[in-house]
């Protein structure tokens, strides 16, 4: 929800690279997370929430583990990888210092800085 936030804040201020980090940070976390885990491993885990463990004995219970494990820590790694990777254009957007750009972290560097006025600072610019 903050990336979804975040990306229209940076698109009503303009077209710019902070923009495109948010977006492509938005994208990466809700195709290559949300949608790995909804469409990958959620199904594995209602699978394997379906099958009565009770009923198996020790062998059925290692080759069930055995067929399920590795796919589902394919899809885990996956999305590991596009977390971290929305995590770090995210950083790259806040940190970002062009002609163009404002930063959060530029605006705490103002020497005239007032609290009262953080938000109206942000939004005027």
């Given at each position: 929800m903050f990336l979804l936030v975040g990306s229209y804040m940076q698109f009503r201020a303009a077209l710019s690279l902070s923009f495109w980090l948010?977006?492509?940070?938005?994208?990466?976390y809700l195709i290559g997370t949300f949608g790995v885990t909804v469409f990958g491993n959620a199904p594995m885990?209602?699978?394997?929430?379906a099958i009565n463990l009770g009923d198996k004995n020790?062998?059925?219970?290692?080759?069930?583990?055995?067929?399920y494990?590795?796919?589902?820590?394919?899809?885990h790694s996956i999305r590991t990888v596009f977390s971290v990777l929305a995590f770090i254009l995210c950083l790259l957007a806040a940190v970002i210092d062009s002609n163009n750009d404002k930063s959060i972290f530029l605006i705490f560097k103002h020497k005239n800085y007032e609290k009262q006025n953080f938000f109206a600072k942000i939004l005027k610019q």
């Open positions: 948010i977006l492509g940070a938005t994208l990466t885990n209602e699978a394997l929430d020790t062998e059925a219970l290692n080759n069930i583990r055995t067929s494990e590795g796919t589902w820590n394919q899809w």
